[in-house]
């Protein structure tokens, strides 16, 4: 039974509920009266179920799609404005005991190159990461309890906010390991993380076992009911995920929504991000085995239904997508990237020779940071690397009035105009720096509150003096 409020797995992401809203968005995808019933509620920004959202995923209707699709950039302009926060993966060790049939890092792939950094290669990487201008990590690991215990990611954190090189600093880490349990996940917190991020990878029970045949992420409630824990453990900002390609897009998208109102529902708190990965060729892994690709454009609709459902979530692109189709998907709702990723252990202070293939999956976008900064710069939008929020914190429900408030354009915005300054102090390159001042020169004219406005033009020019570490 279909319960929003149950803290069993099979209640809250129900198959039946799941089942009977894709009948109802079948039933209902040619209804233009529903349909312009549901986008004007959409205009409220007060979300949509997701019974509603998945009758516009169904939805065939250009003029209809196009309505949607302008929805959903103007939900990202009044909550977001034009920031893209940025951040990079830094991938801690690949040894797993589980058999995820998707996922090269699994117990049977006997020739990928198995590593575990230790602290001194954790201090060359960040080093590297820093000398890059990144301020915002998702550390990554495979579940293993022998080789990657939570004494060693706690070790990790702890050693990656130690490390002060030139003016560098990671000032926050996310975290992106295997479901454990509540008393793991207050040391997290404890530690100072971020975001606890999880991908459900599918929604769907039946292929969430097949896909998870061996090892302890096999267990789908356990794995399911994480974010749960993770929020009786202290964590208020959880980031939800579907690894799409795995299973029918439909089914996900309705799965993913259920999960976001049972969060709501429960703890009275959403997903702080959702993120969109899509399943890539990887060593000992052939996409095509998966059937269920989704096409850009289907990907941009999914981009744009998360924007109007849950209009106050962060949505995270990684570069498993081109430049193109990032380009594509920016303004429909995504507001962080991530930028020069590495996905093999240890891949960011040096080159991995050829027959020591230790990465995760290909990344479809090689550039580096800078060019990354300056093309963001060029479309339009502020690269920010601000990690304030949490550090003032602002996390859970906090964040998300800060949002609903539209108080970003005084806090969030010249946060974001204050870091890129540090970025291209210390960082860009001599063309990327240029036009980023210019930015910064224009948009600081957009701080509607005057003192802000006058507090965020000294600090830039505290920051050109050699200062560092404003935020409001
Ligand atoms: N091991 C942790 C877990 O089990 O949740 C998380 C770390 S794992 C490095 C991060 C994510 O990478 C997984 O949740 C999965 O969605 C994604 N991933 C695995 N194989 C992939 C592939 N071939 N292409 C794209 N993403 C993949």
């Not at 998702?138 to 004494?151: F, K, Q, S, T, W």
């Amino acid at each position: 039974m279909y319960d929003v409020r149950s803290m069993k797995a099979e209640e809250f992401i129900d198959d039946q509920e799941i089942l009977d809203t894709l009948a109802y968005a079948d039933a209902n995808k040619d209804n233009v009266e529903v349909i312009d019933r549901i986008i004007e509620k959409a205009k409220e920004r007060k979300g949509l179920s997701h019974r509603e959202a998945s009758v516009l995923l169904a939805c065939e209707m250009p003029d209809k799609i196009e309505e949607i699709y302008a929805l959903a950039q103007q939900i990202k302009k009044d909550y977001y404005g034009n920031r893209i926060v940025m951040f990079a993966p830094l991938y801690l060790s690949n040894y797993c005991v589980n058999g995820c049939l998707y996922c090269p890092y699994h117990l049977k792939n006997k020739h990928i190159a198995r590593k575990k950094l230790t602290q001194e290669e954790i201090v060359k990487e960040v080093t590297a990461l820093q000398d890059m201008g990144h301020k915002r990590l998702a550390i990554e690991a495979g579940e293993d309890p022998v080789n990657n215990p939570i004494e060693y990611i706690l070790e990790c954190i702890s050693t990656i906010y130690s490390i002060k090189h030139k003016n560098g600093a990671i000032r926050r880490v996310n975290v992106n390991i295997a479901a454990t349990t509540v008393e793991n996940y207050r040391k997290l917190k404890d530690a100072g993380i971020g975001t606890y991020i999880l991908f459900q990878e599918t929604y769907h029970k039946k292929s969430y076992e097949r896909l998870h045949p061996t090892g302890p992420k096999h267990d789908y409630a356990y794995h399911t009911e994480a974010m749960d824990r993770a929020m009786e453990g202290g964590i208020d900002d959880v980031g939800l995920g579907v690894l799409f390609g795995l299973e029918m897009y439909r089914y996900e998208f309705a799965g993913l929504l259920m999960h976001a109102e049972h969060l709501e529902a429960v703890h009275g708190v959403g997903p702080h991000t959702i993120s969109v990965p899509r399943v890539k060729r990887a060593d000992d892994i052939d996409p095509d085995e998966f059937d269920n690709g989704i096409s850009d454009d289907i990907f941009a609709k999914l981009c744009a239904l998360i924007r109007i459902s849950v209009p106050y979530t962060g949505m995270i692109i990684s570069t498993r997508e081109s430049q193109a189709v990032r380009e594509k998907v920016l303004p429909l709702g995504v507001s962080q990237i991530s930028g020069a990723s590495r996905t093999s252990v240890g891949g960011y202070a040096e080159e991995e020779p050829e027959d020591e293939n230790s990465a995760q999956f290909d990344v479809s976008d090689r550039r580096s940071l800078d060019e990354v900064v300056n093309w963001l710069i060029k479309l339009g939008y502020i690269p920010s690397f601000c990690t304030a929020c949490y550090r003032e914190g602002r996390t859970g429900d906090r964040f998300m009035s800060l949002c609903k408030n539209m108080q970003i354009l005084n806090c969030c915005h010249p946060n974001a105009l204050m870091t890129l300054k540090e970025y291209l102090e210390d960082y860009a390159s001599e063309e990327t720096y240029k036009i980023g001042m210019e930015l910064i020169d224009r948009e600081l004219e957009n701080i509607p509150n005057p003192k802000v406005k006058q507090i965020a033009y000294e600090h830039i020019h505290d920051i050109a003096e050699g200062k560092r570490d404003f935020r409001f």
